[in-house]
C-alpha cells in the first residue's frame, strides 16, 4: 500500500559544536556523519512506496555541521520531484551556513511549483492536519544554549526568502519536556515500551528516524547511546519503511477502507 508518513528524521551528524551540560539529550558527541547511500535508501520512492511525507527533519548534533547532506536530500526531493511537503532543522544558532539557506530557498521554490498545486488533489482533512509549510529554521535560544549570535541571525534572515524562522524561547523547555537522558539529569525517562509506530489506514503518524549509523529507530530523542539501542536490529539497507513499521507495530494502529475516509483524522503524536 502506498503510505503517507507524517514524520521522517535523518540524523545528518553526531557532530556538535557546543556541550550543553544537564540539558543534552544526546550525551558527548560522535565524529559521525549520515552516509548518501543510506540517504538513498531512505528516501527511495520506490523502495519505500509513499504518496507523502508531511515533514523531511533534519537532526543532530549540530545539523549546520553537515550542510552536504542536506544539500544531497534537496537536490533529490527537487530531482525526483519526491512528495515531501515541508523540510526543517533546529540549531543552536552559532554558524551561519549560507548553502543550507541557499538549498531551503531552492526547496521553497519546489515547493510553490509543485507541491502547492499536488496539495489541491488532497482531502481537505488531510491538508488542514499536516504540518504543510514549506522549509523552516528553530533558533534553539533556550536557557541551556549559548547565546545565538545576533549576526547569524541577521544572515539567515537577510538571506532567507520564504523560509519560516522561529525560536524555541526559554519556556518551551520546561523540566517536563527534558529527557533523562545523555547530559541531561532530570526530566522522564524514554520508555522502551513506547518505541512503536502508530499506523492508521494509509498514514503512519509516528516519527521514523534515520540515525547517522544508518539504523531505523522510532525514536527521535534521547542519548545516541540509547537511540542504538533500539535502532541496531534495523538497518536502513535491510528494512524498507513499510517493513520498519510493520515490525515495530503499536497495537492502537488500525486499518481503515476508502469508506472510513471521509472520519478520517490525523491523530496527535506522542
Ligand atoms: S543540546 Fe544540541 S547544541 Fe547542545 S550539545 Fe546537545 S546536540 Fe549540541
Redesign the pocket.
Given at each position: 500500500m502506498e503510505r503517507r508518513y507524517s514524520d521522517l528524521v535523518i540524523e545528518v551528524t553526531r557532530r556538535?559544536?557546543?556541550?550543553?551540560k544537564d540539558?543534552?539529550?544526546?550525551g558527548p558527541?560522535q565524529n559521525l556523519d549520515i552516509s548518501y547511500d543510506d540517504i538513498d535508501l531512505f528516501l527511495d520512492l520506490k523502495r519505500n512506496n509513499y504518496k507523502q511525507v508531511s515533514l523531511l527533519f533534519f537532526s543532530?548534533?549540530?545539523p549546520t555541521l553537515n550542510p552536504g547532506a542536506i544539500h544531497y536530500c534537496i537536490d533529490k526531493i527537487i530531482g525526483e520531484k519526491l512528495p515531501i511537503y515541508s523540510v526543517g532543522l533546529?540549531t543552536?544558532g552559532l554558524i551561519y551556513s549560507d548553502s543550507i539557506v541557499e538549498d531551503f530557498n531552492r526547496y521553497n521554490e519546489y515547493f510553490q511549483e509543485y507541491i502547492l498545486p499536488e496539495m489541491t488533489k488532497l482531502p481537505a482533512e488531510i491538508v488542514r492536519q499536516s504540518s504543510l509549510k514549506g522549509s523552516f529554521v528553530t533558533f534553539?535560544d533556550d536557557q541551556?544554549?549559548l547565546p545565538i549570535s545576533q549576526e547569524v541571525i541577521q544572515l539567515y534572515l537577510e538571506n532567507g526568502y520564504g523560509i519560516k524562522f522561529d525560536c524555541t524561547g526559554d519556556h518551551s523547555v520546561e523540566k517536563d519536556n527534558l529527557l533523562k537522558s545523555?547530559?541531561s539529569k532530570q526530566g522522564h525517562e524514554l520508555l522502551l515500551e513506547d518505541n512503536c509506530i502508530r499506523m492508521f489506514g494509509d498514514s503512519v503518524i509516528d516519527t521514523i528516524y534515520l540515525t547517522a549509523k544508518g539504523n531505523l529507530s522510532c525514536y527521535g530523542d534521547g542519548s545516541y547511546e540509547f537511540i542504538d539501542s533500539v535502532s541496531k536490529d534495523y538497518p536502513v539497507s535491510r528494512y524498507t519503511l513499510e517493513q520498519f513499521c510493520l515490525a515495530n507495530l503499536s497495537a492502537s494502529s488500525r486499518d481503515y477502507d476508502d469508506s472510513d475516509r471521509k472520519s478520517f483524522v490525523f491523530f496527535k503524536k506522542r
Open positions: 556538535c559544536n557546543q556541550v550543553c540539558f543534552c539529550m544526546r558527541q543532530g548534533g549540530e533546529f543552536n534553539s541551556y544554549h545523555g547530559y
